[in-house]
């Protein structure tokens, strides 16, 4: 997914996605090819499944 694909899917907004990734805030797997910026599904649940409240 792109960036703005995997905000939609968190529930966040691209920008927030990118700060997450430039501060290394959360360990949120990112693909760079090129310039673009990817992200593969099972890595965006798994960090959803990380935060779950229980």
């Known amino acids: 997914m792109d960036r703005k694909s995997a905000a939609r899917y968190l529930r966040v ?3 927030t996605l990118a ?3 430039c501060t290394k805030r959360y360990n ?3 693909i ?5 910026v990817r992200y593969r599904k099972c890595d ?6 990380e935060r779950l409240c229980s």
């Open 13 to 15: 907004s691209p920008g």
């Open 19 to 21: 700060v997450w990734d």
């Open 28 to 30: 949120l797997k990112h």
């Open 32 to 36: 760079k090819i090129g310039r673009s």
């Open 44 to 49: 965006l649940d798994q960090f959803l499944e």
